[in-house]
Structures are given as C-alpha cells and as structure tokens.
C-alpha cells in the first residue's frame, strides 16, 4: 500500500521533481498547482501528508495552513512546508501554525525523507488517524 501524498506547489518542475523523486521510495504524488485546489484536493480525498508551498498564486500557504488547521473540520493530515523564500522566524511560524516540518528549497531529498518518516511515524504506530 503505497502513501498519499498532496504536493501543493505552482512550480510544475518542482513538482515533477517531488513526484519523481518521492515515487522511488514508493509514494504516490497527487500534485495541485493552487491552495484552493489542495483544500478541495483534501475535502474529496484522505491524504497521509501534504507538502505545501507557502507562495501560492490567490491563497497562499499560510491561509492553507489555517484552512486546514483551523477549519469547519480541522483535520490532523501531517503538512511539511517547503519554502524557498525564507524570512527570518518563518520555520517558527510555520510551526506554530500546525505544520510538522519547515524545509527550505532548494530542498535537500535527505532531510525531506527524514521529515516524512518524522511526521508519518505516529500513524505507522497506531496515533494520529489515518486513512
């Protein structure tokens, strides 16, 4: 059984690259170029992460964060944040916000794979849902 992932990312490259990348180690990438289009990405489906850019054309990816975080149905999905604009303090946001993880781009595959195993070990051990 393979891992749902959501890739909320506007850069088509970047994302044939985490598709690509993420499939060798047997994750099935589900990719939306748009926050709107992940929210409802989520609304009709149940992911096991989501990978979210934070600059997003309309909704960024903060308002995502809240949608989801905060929402009419908060929901607990694991959320890494990849950022290739980083500020000062925005991995604290990021995290305080509701995310697992704050990677910045370009992004080192290493780190991505340990920040996926770190935010989908709960589920493997029976905490957090699942799908």
């Excluded at 096991?48 to 054309?57: A, H, M, Q, S």
């Excluded at 992004?107 to 989908?120: G, N, S, V």
Aim: charged residues 25%; glycine residues 8%; proline residues 5%.
């Amino acid at each position: 059984m393979s891992i749902a992932v959501l890739c909320v990312e506007d850069d088509d490259n970047n994302a044939y690259l985490l598709q690509r990348r993420l499939a060798r180690d047997g994750l099935a990438v589900h990719h939306v170029a748009s926050a709107e289009q992940g929210l409802r990405a989520l609304a009709r489906r149940r992911y096991d992460l989501v990978l979210l850019d934070l600059k997003l054309p309309g909704m960024d990816g903060w308002a995502f964060l809240d949608a989801v975080r905060r929402g009419e149905r908060p929901d607990d999905v694991p959320i890494i944040v990849l950022s290739a604009h980083v500020l000062k303090d925005e991995a604290e946001r990021a995290l305080a916000a509701g995310a697992n993880a704050f990677l910045p781009k370009p992004l080192d595959f290493q780190r991505l794979r340990e920040a996926i195993e770190c935010a989908l070990a709960p589920r493997a051990h029976g905490g957090g849902g699942g799908p």
